[in-house]
């Protein structure tokens, strides 16, 4: 059977923001809240792909090192709850239109490609807790965590001995050269 990997397009968190993330969801959600996700795994997912083969990889990966665009800054001050995916976020509530535009390009490459996309409207938000299955009071957004974006990367999601591991594999420069 020929190799896949379940991959995805993805925003990092600089190291800096990641620690004081993890700080305020200590401060803010009890553990009964739901299951952290660990810092290293925190991202923002731009174009989620399914497990797909290492010819398809190869065709995404060269498609998505056209895009020309400049980066942006994202700014995190908003979060939630998704009753239905049982998750607790972090966003923007103002997401910059160069998010939303590298968004468009990587899931609508992949949609071309044979990848699967909800017809659900993108949401960019980063995941801090999964398994929130009941409504817990959301901290009022009183936070304003910001950083320039300069490149994406393709990740590949495993599970490995109980836990979740993201790998980035590939990484692209945001450059309008
Ligand atoms: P989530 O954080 O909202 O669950 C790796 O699993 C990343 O891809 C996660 O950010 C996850 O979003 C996202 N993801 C997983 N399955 C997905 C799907 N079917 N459609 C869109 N995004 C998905």
Same mark, same amino acid.
């Not at 810092?39 to 056209?66: M, P, Y």
């Not at 490459?109 to 990848?115: I, L, V």
């Not at 490149?151 to 590949?156: D, G, I, S």
């Given at each position: 059977?020929?190799?896949?990997?379940? /991959?995805? $397009?993805?925003?990092? /968190?600089?190291?800096?923001?990641?620690?004081?993330?993890?700080?305020? #969801?200590?401060?803010?959600?009890?553990?009964?809240?739901? #299951?952290?996700?660990?810092?290293?795994?925190?991202?923002?997912?731009?174009?989620? /792909?399914?497990?797909?083969?290492?010819?398809?990889?190869?065709?995404?990966?060269?498609?998505?090192?056209?895009? *020309? %665009?400049?980066?942006?800054?994202?700014?995190?001050?908003?979060?939630?709850?998704?009753?239905?995916?049982?998750?607790?976020?972090?966003?923007?509530? %103002?997401?910059?239109?160069?998010? /939303? %535009?590298?968004?468009?390009?990587?899931?609508?490459?992949?949609? *071309?490609?044979?990848? !699967?996309?909800?017809?659900?409207?993108?949401?960019?938000?980063?995941?801090?807790? #999964?398994?929130?299955?009941?409504?817990?009071?959301?901290?009022?957004?009183?936070?304003?965590?910001?950083?320039?974006?300069?490149? $994406?990367?393709? !990740?590949?999601?495993?599970?490995?001995?109980?836990? @979740? #591991? !993201? @790998?980035?594999?590939?990484?692209?420069?945001?450059? @309008?050269?």
């Amino acid at each position: 059977m020929p190799e896949s990997k379940r /991959l995805f $397009f993805a925003i990092e /968190l600089p190291a800096d923001i990641q620690t004081q993330v993890i700080h305020w #969801r200590a401060q803010h959600f009890p553990p009964e809240a739901g #299951r952290p996700v660990a810092a290293a795994n925190l991202h923002l997912t731009l174009a989620f /792909l399914g497990e797909i083969s290492a010819e398809k990889q190869r065709a995404l990966e060269g498609l998505a090192g056209r895009i *020309r %665009q400049p980066g942006f800054t994202l700014h995190l001050d908003d979060a939630g709850q998704w009753l239905r995916s049982r998750v607790i976020w972090l966003g923007s509530r %103002q997401p910059p239109r160069g998010l /939303l %535009q590298l968004a468009d390009m990587l899931r609508a490459q992949a949609s *071309r490609s044979g990848c !699967y996309q909800s017809p659900q409207p993108f949401h960019p938000h980063i995941t801090l807790l #999964r398994d929130a299955s009941r409504a817990v009071p959301i901290p009022p957004p009183g936070f304003r965590w910001s950083f320039p974006v300069s490149e $994406f990367a393709l !990740y590949e999601s495993q599970f490995i001995q109980g836990r @979740t #591991r !993201y @790998t980035p594999l590939n990484r692209w420069t945001l450059t @309008t050269e």
